[in-house]
């Protein structure tokens, strides 16, 4: 199946919604023996040199342009994981191509779409009544959740725990809170610290790192997992990593940072996990000793 791909990241958008697409690609792969492309915009910050596949590079992000698109590549399946997207923008792309049509969705916005896919574990497909057509089929929950295949495969593998804390706090780290969380830490620490080059603030936190011989910065790691595997506890946002950590079934603390991550806060929250609305070094603090770390 010809399937394209709408996705974008940047210092400001974050990496999560192509790490996310790079999963369900590899499904598609699999399962469909797909032939994948995408289609992005080449904003500042992007993580596109980590895309395996065709993309094509978007000047705009406008309805006609990927119209011309999909009828130049002959698609048939759309996916669509952007914000910046909404049901209007959808309605526009069905009606002059009738390509099917897939649309990401954790914050219950209206779409026009064939499938929708809400992958988070506390995903609720109630919550979609009168936001899609009656025909579009709702893929929401952890039968959905995309898990990375070397977490899969990590975690058949056993490991000595040689770092007290994992931190990623989103591949942009678009609040900048990392260095907060870091300066808050006891020298006694050993800290494996993860991010991207799609960080704003990396050249800082690069700095910082050199100072404190316990903190290990790792920039584009391709050992994510074995990184958190080696980790006794795990300090992260309440987005697509924390699918990752409670499949690993480490330990964690989730830090909200951004208002689509409402829900999954709220769900940790509920089932009695450690999570924290927004850093405060105090909170912080009390959190750890909660997890026998302080």
């Given at each position: ?5 709408r996705s974008d ?201 050199k100072e404190n011989a ?81």
């Amino acid at each position: 199946m010809k399937t394209l791909i709408r996705s974008d990241s940047s210092s400001t958008i974050g990496v999560g919604h192509i790490m996310r697409d790079l999963v369900l690609a590899k499904q598609l792969e699999d399962q469909e023996d797909g032939d994948i492309s995408f289609a992005c915009q080449a904003l500042e910050g992007n993580i596109l040199a980590t895309i395996p596949y065709t993309i094509t590079i978007l000047r705009t992000n406008e309805p006609s342009e990927l119209i011309a698109l999909i009828k130049s590549l002959h698609v048939e399946l759309l996916i669509i994981d952007h914000y910046g997207i909404d049901a209007t923008f959808e309605k526009k792309v069905k009606e002059a191509t009738g390509v099917k049509i897939l649309s990401f969705d954790d914050t219950y916005e209206p779409h026009h779409c064939d499938i929708l896919l809400n992958h988070n574990v506390c995903a609720d497909e109630k919550r979609y009544t009168g936001l899609v057509q009656k025909e579009c089929k709702l893929r929401c929950g952890s039968a959905y959740t995309l898990i990375r295949d070397e977490f899969r495969e990590e975690k058949n593998i056993a490991r000595e725990k040689i770092y007290d804390l994992f931190v990623a706090m989103g591949g942009a780290d678009i609040t900048n809170i990392t260095l907060p969380i870091l300066k808050t830490l006891p020298k006694s620490y050993h800290v494996s610290v993860l991010t991207t080059s799609a960080n704003a603030h990396l050249v800082e936190l690069e700095t910082f790192v050199k100072e404190n011989a316990n903190i290990s910065l790792h920039v584009n790691s391709k050992e994510v997992a074995k990184l958190l595997h080696q980790s006794k506890l795990a300090i992260v946002t309440p987005s697509v990593m924390v699918h990752e950590v409670l499949f690993m079934e480490v330990p964690f603390i989730a830090i909200k940072t951004a208002p689509n991550q409402d829900d999954m806060y709220s769900y940790l929250k509920k089932n009695k996990k450690i999570v924290l609305e927004k850093f405060e070094p105090i909170l912080f603090k009390e959190s750890l000793k909660l997890c026998s770390l302080l």
